[in-house]
């Protein structure tokens, strides 16, 4: 699939600073709270069923490509250290939650979650077997580290009853993954793989990254090849998202040249043209899935979710976040425990929640949540139906919006229906800029605080 002279013309149009919009409004709106009691009125006075994140952020190396919240260490003494603040703050946080909540998911990110020891991690589980009780079909998954994984770790996450797993490729190529710190061999990926599926894990996501240092079609298409083999059930591409000015490791990949817009539209391409061509449906911004799995269920039945953890088949769920950096989502809004370790250890001492930032929604920002939603997991909306769910006349209400919309259109990233509009093929590309229409709060001139849309 080549890129065409009109392609070129959209990405040097429409390639600049945007949000992935896995909340809104984005994390960067939420302000300081010194009290924080507003934030957990949904946990307290709701019934809706809960969703747990927990944030383990140790690694034991940086990979310079990385925009997570991670602690750089070998020392595996705090991970113990980590599980006695998360016990403390598991304690205060049931202090606010009434009985009767089940939990119908749960998911472990990082950082690594495998740089826990086996024993670590049965140890975590009985923390959170104390404090909640799960549905009997929750969905459980964790983050993995291929390089740091052993029998041990996958033995100890299922007996936890978890079925879901993801873990980074990245690339295979064995120039760039020098490039990026994160040396990782095929063999690596193949073991993880058996590992996981040895042990109950009947959903597997593989991670890879497009926009990375010394890429070509040529490369990638190799990467695809070895990545196919393992048969994964989803696949993440994420367009690798430079912000050196919050990641000052991602300087690093600069020595080496990062691919130009053009080069990444080719690789997106790329990807979708094998993935596609392979099985696997394309679901949205940056997630393909086989077409029995449940993600591919819920986009047909415009069901499906989109959230901090990406896409999601649960709707209406509280999420609770634990851990630092964490953020919690629900009725009332969002809330985000503190970044800095020892502020977060400081806050559990006195026997408070280590939360420093939220944002209570207004309605019309759950209108607009709503709209970006099911624009970039539906691929297209119904005016008829917005207006009857929110009470109001869309047409007139984002008349601003839709007149935004008027260029996209034209440029065939958009087709009007007599319901609304639809994405094109070609608009999926560009889906965070149609978002970006229904943004109250978008200021151009704060705009580069975000990744390139392409």
Known sequence: ?????????????????????????????????????????????????????????????????????????????????????????LEIFAQHLPAGREAVQMHFGGGTPNFFT???????ASMI?????????????????????????????????????????????????KVIHRLQPQAMNV???????????????????YGLPLQTCDSFSATLDEVLELKPDRFAIFNYAHVPWMRPAQKLLEKAGLPDA?????????????????????IGMDHFALPDDELVQAQREQSLQ????????????EICGFGISSISQGSIGFHQNMKDL?????????????????????DEDRMRADVIMRLMCDL?????????????????????ALKQLAEPAEDGLLVWTDRGFAVTERGRLFIRNLAMCFDAYLDPAVAGRYSKTV
């Open 262 to 282: 053009e080069t990444k539209m080719q690789l997106l391409k790329l990807c979708i043209e094998r993935l596609t061509a392979e099985g696997y449906v394309y």
């Open 342 to 362: 020892e502020s977060y250890r400081a806050c559990l001492s006195q026997g408070k929640l280590p939360i420093t930032k939220g944002y209570e929604l207004t």
């Open 380 to 400: 297209s909306l119904d005016f008829g139906a917005m207006s009857e769910k929110w009470n109001v006349n869309f047409e007139s209400h984002f008349a601003e």
């Open 129 to 177: 077997d104390r404090h909640f009780t799960f549905s009997h079909d929750a969905e459980k998954s964790v983050e993995l580290d291929p390089r740091r994984l052993n029998r041990e770790h996958v033995e100890a996450f299922a007996r936890m009853g978890l079925t879901r797993a993801s873990f980074g490729v990245q690339d295979s190529n064995p120039e760039v993954q």
């Open 1 to 89: 699939m080549q890129i065409t002279s009109q392609d070129l013309r959209l990405i040097e149009k429409y390639n600049r600073p945007g949000p992935r919009y896995t909340s809104y409004p984005p994390a960067n709106h939420f302000r300081e709270y010194e009290d924080y009691t507003p934030l957990m009125a949904g946990v307290e006075d709701g019934d809706a069923p809960l969703s747990l994140y927990f944030h383990l952020p140790f690694c034991e190396t940086l990979c310079w490509f990385c925009g997570c919240h991670q602690i750089t260490t070998l020392d595996r003494n705090r991970g113990s250290d980590y599980l006695d603040l998360l016990e403390r703050e």
């Open 306 to 317: 989109r959230n901090f953890q990406g896409y999601s088949t649960r709707a209406g769920v």
């Open 118 to 124: 086996s024993a670590q991690i049965d140890r975590l």
């Open 191 to 209: 073991e993880a793989m058996q590992m996981l599926r040895d042990n109950g894990f009947n959903s597997v996501n593989l991670d890879l990254i």
